[in-house]
């Protein structure tokens, strides 16, 4: 439908809204946030405490497994003992300071409660005869990442 009026010809069916549109704002860029919600394993950070009295001997691998396993096995038996536990590093520490022994382990997540509630309530009876002392296990740090349990959050990786 067209109209005349003089000289000047209008189109009556081009909407007058057209003109009078606004581009929408651009949306500002989201923040993209990642979560891993079932890791595998859970990293514990262990040191060994020898009771007062006692002189510490120097961790080895082989000690620091039996230990390990002493503990699971007089906290839950034999289903303690299947649990798998990994080594990954061991710290002595200087026998002239107060700086102990630590141990880096890594079991599965499933296990980790049980884990920590038998190395945290055990003591081990040394052989004292041998030159070993009755020693206990302290939990000094806990988690699902080892990256955030040696240098902490890691808040700081994602900042632009």
Known sequence: ????????????????????????PEPKPKTLHFTSRNPPWTYLKLKIIPQPGNAPQPLDPLSARTYLS???SQ??????????????????????????????????REDASAVVSAVSSWIGGGNNSAGSAD??????????????????SGADLFVP
């Open 70 to 72: 002493s503990a699971l």
């Open 75 to 108: 906290f839950l038996g034999l289903t303690g003992t299947a649990i798998p536990i990994d080594i990954l590093k061991i710290e002595n520490g200087s026998p002239s300071t107060t700086k102990y022994d630590v141990v880096w382990i890594r079991v599965p």
């Open 135 to 152: 020693v206990a296990w302290r939990v000094c740090a806990k988690g699902n990442f080892l990256g955030a349990l040696i240098a902490g």
């Open 1 to 24: 439908m067209t109209d005349t009026h003089g000289d000047m010809e209008i189109e009556a069916n081009i909407p007058l809204t057209e003109a009078a549109k606004r581009k929408a």
